[in-house]
Each structure stands twice: as structure tokens, then as C-alpha cells.
């Protein structure tokens, strides 16, 4: 009878908290979310796509790539507070519905998603929870409570303070007078750790979207930092991106464009994945621009026609960050 009582309350306790336990994922800007599942995703749904980012498993993954999702935040979207709904349907079924919450720091980035927090099957399958399950699941849960988002945050801080000395060490006057193009390259790769300084600022053609992330001034130089975003499930190959400079009204007949040659690229794809992104950095030396001009970015595609461009302003390649 003892026995009867105990799993009763049990039952219980899962059947209250569940719902609060189990449901809401934390989503940051800085940090991404991993959801690993018990099976291959099928398909999933997305309440509110706007500032919330999915990468869904990729088909040329590795063994389990097919049970991972990524969530994070739209590094350039400018709210702090955002919540939205999240459907999951794996392959036997199973429904997994959760709760989306835009946070500066997760408490918590991975997620070991059970059948067990799966709330229905699409085919009506019967869905087997044991109560050792139940129980296991409780205590996991309880455990991830005991991590604090001062910790968290503390972390955070470590990383962020290791990467900023690493470069500063690495990067020196002497190397850009000996070796500038070393110089460049690691300028470059600790500038993928910075966030975009300048917000919503792209070109998009249907689902694919061109960032400037920011224009930063070193040197003697100007460093475009970029992301391109493909968010539709073909590749795409890309022929060129190239940047020109070109007078700002657009119907003038002496409107002529001059291209810009770089001193260093830094990781441009050849290569975008279907729903994927891809972080990259152009050096120019420095120059300035009258408010008649602008800088024009076109990308090509390689056997295909999604060709656009991205126009930045002279207020912007006047006005670069200093770093």
C-alpha cells in the first residue's frame, strides 16, 4: 500500500511540474542551445521565427547529426525580451512542444530530450514512461537547478576576458611591420568572437540574408566583418562577392562604379549550406567616402540566380570602430 502511495505521489509531482520542468529552453544572443534527441528529427515548427534561430540537423551529418538541434538568438536583433512556442516531431512521432525564452546567459546550453517529455504522438502510438524514468528525470532535472546564472555569467566573463588577451598578445606592432598578412589573419580570426556592432544591417533575397556585422579601423586598414545566412535547404554556390565603389543615386546616368581590391580575405565561403551561416572578413586599405558615395557589395551565384547586392553608406566606412 506504502508502494501504491509513493508512486502515486510521484506520478504526481511529475504531472504538476512538468509543464515548467521540462517545457522552457533558454535562448541566447552569445550562447547556443543544443537539444540532443532520443531519434531522428522529422520535421518542426517555430511559433515566432523573428529574432529566434534554428539550425536543424544536416543530411551529409555524422552518425547522430540527425538528433541535434541548435537554437540561439539573432546576434543583431536589438530586444532583450522575446518568447515564443517550439514544436519538435521526431520520426516515430513523438511531439515534443516547448517554450522559447530569450535570456542574456542560459543556465543551461545542453539538453538531453527523453521520450518521456514527449506530450503526444502524431499516430497515436502509446508512449511507454517507467517510473524509473520519471524518477531519473526529476533528479536530473533538480541537479541542472543547482547551476546559478552568477556562475553562468562568471564563465562567461573567463572566456570572453581569455580570448581578448590572447589576441592582444598575439597581434602586436612588430608583427604587423614584419608580417602583416599574419597580422591580418589574426585580427581577423579573434574578430569572430565579437558581436555585430551594427544592427540589422543586410540584404536579403528570399531567404538569404547578407549581414555587415561591422567596419572596424586598424592600422592602416578597414575590416568588413560579415555573415551570410542561408536559410533555405539548397546550397549555395557562390561565383564572386565583390565590392565596388559607386555614387549613391541610383537612376543618375554617370553613375559608375569603381572596384575595390582587398589586401586580405579571411574564410569567404565558396560554399553556403542549406540552412546554415557563414562568419567572414574582408580587409581594404583604408579609405573615405564623400556623402554622393557608397560602397556596393554584390554576391553571385554560381550556376543559379540568387544575385543581390548590399549598399553601405559613407556615414558607416567614415565612421569605423577602432580596435
Excluded at 89 to 95: A, E, L, M, Q
Excluded at 309 to 314: R, V
Aim: glycine share 4%; aromatic share 12%; hydrophobic share 35%.
Amino acid at each position: 500500500m506504502k508502494a501504491l502511495l509513493l508512486l502515486s505521489a510521484i506520478l504526481t509531482v511529475y504531472s504538476l511540474s512538468g509543464q515548467t520542468f521540462s517545457d522552457t529552453l533558454q535562448i541566447s544572443k552569445d550562447f547556443k542551445t543544443i537539444l540532443i534527441f532520443p531519434e531522428n528529427i522529422s520535421e518542426s515548427s517555430i511559433g515566432n521565427d523573428f529574432g529566434f534561430i534554428v539550425d536543424l540537423p544536416k543530411p551529409e551529418g555524422g552518425k547522430y547529426s540527425g538528433r541535434i538541434l541548435k537554437l540561439y538568438y539573432d546576434e543583431l536583433a536589438v530586444e532583450n525580451e522575446n518568447v515564443t512556442n517550439y514544436l519538435v516531431i521526431t520520426d516515430s512521432g513523438n511531439v515534443y512542444d516547448f517554450i522559447l525564452e530569450l535570456v542574456a546567459v542560459p543556465q543551461k546550453t545542453t539538453w538531453y530530450i527523453t521520450q518521456e517529455m514527449a506530450v503526444a504522438n502524431i499516430g497515436g502510438k502509446p508512449m511507454d514512461k517507467s517510473n524509473e524514468d520519471v524518477l531519473q528525470k526529476i533528479r536530473t532535472e533538480e541537479q541542472y537547478n543547482k547551476i546559478t546564472k552568477k556562475d553562468s555569467i562568471s564563465y562567461a566573463s573567463r572566456l570572453s576576458k581569455t580570448k581578448t588577451d590572447v589576441s592582444k598578445d598575439s597581434a602586436t606592432k612588430e608583427l604587423y611591420q614584419s608580417d602583416p598578412f599574419e597580422y591580418y589573419r589574426l585580427r581577423c580570426y579573434y574578430m569572430q568572437f565579437d558581436k555585430a556592432k551594427i544592427s540589422r544591417y543586410f540584404s536579403r533575397l528570399d531567404n538569404v540574408f547578407l549581414w555587415l556585422k561591422g567596419v572596424y579601423y586598424n592600422e592602416d586598414e578597414l575590416y568588413f566583418q560579415y555573415r551570410i545566412e542561408n536559410k533555405e535547404g539548397l546550397d549555395m554556390d557562390i561565383n564572386f562577392i565583390k565590392h565596388q565603389i559607386a555614387t549613391n543615386y541610383k537612376n543618375s546616368s554617370s553613375n559608375q562604379k569603381m572596384e575595390l581590391n582587398p589586401v586580405f580575405v579571411y574564410k569567404q565561403p565558396k560554399t553556403v549550406a542549406g540552412k546554415s551561416e557563414n562568419h567572414f572578413v574582408v580587409v581594404f586599405k583604408k579609405f573615405a567616402l564623400d556623402e554622393k558615395k557608397e560602397v556596393v557589395v554584390e554576391l553571385d551565384e554560381e550556376s543559379g540566380n540568387r544575385n543581390f547586392s548590399l549598399s553601405i553608406g559613407h556615414e558607416i566606412i567614415n565612421n569605423p570602430i577602432h580596435f
